[in-house]
């Protein structure tokens, strides 16, 4: 009997131990004071710094923010439990990533975004495209689109109205009154475009990397809120608290007046309206 009582006393221990370690996990990330938040280097990465890590910092987290220099590592980040969270991407290409590369991921909160224009160095004006001219614009899916979107906004182009705008392409191009010759090219390579080619069609993000002004666009996109980068965190986060910490300095004055002073230019979300 005694080794019976001993050995029901050794297994009541193990399955406290077990029970204590399994609210250990459970609040484990309830209690994190600690995030890691990833970004894209340039206006994103400032955001956090600038705009988002001082409101966290007055709840009690410490923040350490860690910059990525393209847009897949971000998420890789993310999906690994390396970040906490991350700021660099639109909804659109969170879905499309999470759902190419098995991730569960959520957005939280859309944020101010920096819009893609059209820029020059040749033409001051859209109207004075002529015949011909070239065009750098992205060779992404999304971003095309974006970019054609402009132009059909511009009525510079018609595209076919069958087709969904957040997939239009080249191929759905139906007028092109100026013969516009689209030169596909990579995001960050857009920029340096504007110098080769007649116009550049390039997303705001690289745009102020390279120091290039909002204002000194032809022409800026009317961006819909699909179009906006999100704050984004795996999905078993969304609940955390960590996750509502984030929303609501993000939802806040302070937030707000950051964006009005440091990033001038950038298209707020309907939220914020």
């Avoid at 690289?206 to 961006?223: G, I, Q, Y």
Wanted: glycine share 4%; hydrophobic share 40%; charged share 30%.
């Amino acid at each position: 009997m005694k080794k019976i009582a001993s050995l029901l006393s050794v297994c009541a221990l193990a399955l406290g131990l077990t029970a204590c370690g399994s609210d250990n996990a459970s609040t484990k990330t309830e209690d994190k004071k600690e995030l890691k938040i990833g970004a894209t280097t340039g206006p994103y990465a400032d955001m956090v710094n600038e705009a988002i890590k001082p409101g966290l910092e007055d709840l009690g987290y410490k923040v350490e923010i860690v910059e990525f220099t393209d847009y897949i590592q971000p998420n890789k980040a993310l999906g690994n439990d390396s970040i906490d969270a991350n700021l660099f991407q639109h909804k659109v290409y969170m879905d499309n990533f999470a759902k190419e590369n098995k991730l569960k991921l959520s957005d939280l909160i859309i944020v101010p975004t920096a819009p893609m224009g059209i820029y020059s160095s040749k033409y001051k004006s859209l109207k004075e495209i002529k015949d011909g001219s070239s065009l750098a614009l992205p060779n992404d899916p999304v971003n095309l689109a974006r970019a054609l979107k402009v132009l059909v906004d511009e009525k510079l182009i018609e595209v076919d109205p069958d087709v969904d705008p957040l997939k239009i392409s080249e191929k759905d191009v139906t007028k092109n009154p100026k013969n516009i010759q689209f030169k596909p090219l990579e995001s960050a390579q857009l920029p340096r475009a504007t110098e080769s080619v007649d116009l550049s069609a390039v997303p705001g993000n690289f745009a102020l990397a390279a120091k290039m002004k909002l204002e000194d666009a032809l022409v800026l996109e009317n961006m819909p809120d699909l179009y906006r980068n999100v704050v984004a965190v795996n999905t078993k986060d969304v609940d955390a608290q960590f996750a509502k910490d984030i929303k609501e300095v993000v939802k806040s004055a302070e937030f707000e007046k950051v964006i009005d002073s440091k990033f001038i230019g950038f298209g707020k979300p309907e939220w914020m309206k």
